[in-house]
């Protein structure tokens, strides 16, 4: 297993339009997270899957947003209608979760670097 | 309101020197806490990572502590190398099932020679 993998690593869209990112979590994960972080920020929590059920989204994840984890496997993350402000490092994290296992072995990916012009 | 307080907000030192860095959270319940590093442009990689009952927790130069009563934390960096230079992010976990992990903005390291 090489851990966490998210693509691509950077992207550079115009404002306006639509971007898609991908995570593989670990494979024996099955609690998938979605993190931004701007320069000098902690990650802020976007959303989270356990399975393929998506259990919580923060209130930063506009009606621009949406993530899907269709198979309880891989995720994505779409933005639409792309703005300046979106321009951030997306981050994506997995854990094992379940009886005494809380975040159990979580780790991150190496993250989108997403470039708004 | 869970929150995760750290300081200083940077922090320069030279090439051999040891560092600590500290952590205060008000996360309740409190599940665990974990230290983590940062590289710019790279994903945060973890250090350490101790429950309720651990006071202290090594990785090689880096040495965590925890005092639970108080809610503090701290990482020490003993030796450091210019490849410590990074952010170094604590994070706690809120013992609940539907709580995501509760992030500091992180310490920016940065060793000189």
């Known amino acids: 297993d090489t851990g966490v993998s998210q693509n691509p690593r950077h992207k550079i869209t115009k404002r306006g339009q639509n971007v898609t990112f991908r995570c593989d979590p670990i494979s024996e994960h099955n609690r998938l997270y979605w993190y931004r972080q701007t320069l000098g920020q902690g990650p802020e929590f976007l959303t989270y899957f356990q399975n393929e059920a998506q259990l919580e989204k923060s209130r930063l994840l506009s009606d621009r947003f949406s993530a899907e984890r269709p198979k309880g496997s891989f995720s994505t993350l779409e933005i639409q209608r792309t703005e300046q402000g979106d321009s951030a490092m997306y981050l994506c994290?997995?854990?094992?979760?379940?009886?005494?296992?809380?975040?159990?072995?979580?780790?991150f990916g190496s993250g989108t670097r997403l470039t708004v012009v | 309101k869970n929150q995760v307080e750290q300081s200083p907000q940077s922090l320069i030192i030279l090439e051999g020197k040891n560092c600590t860095l500290q952590?205060?959270?008000?996360?309740?319940?409190?599940?665990?806490l974990r230290w983590y590093k940062q590289d710019t442009g790279r994903g945060p990689v973890s250090l350490t990572i101790?429950?309720?009952?651990?006071n202290t927790k090594s990785n090689g130069r880096y040495t965590a502590t925890l005092d639970a009563d108080t809610k503090q934390s701290s990482l020490h960096i003993t030796a450091s190398q210019l490849s410590d230079s990074a952010s170094y992010i604590c994070v706690v976990s809120a013992n609940s099932g539907n709580t995501p992990l509760v992030f500091g903005k992180g310490t920016r390291l940065s060793v000189i020679a």
């Open positions: 994290a997995s854990s094992l979760w379940g009886g005494t296992l809380a975040n159990y072995g979580y780790t």
């Open positions: 101790m429950t309720f009952s651990e």
């Open positions: 952590c205060n959270y008000t996360v309740s319940p409190f599940s665990n």
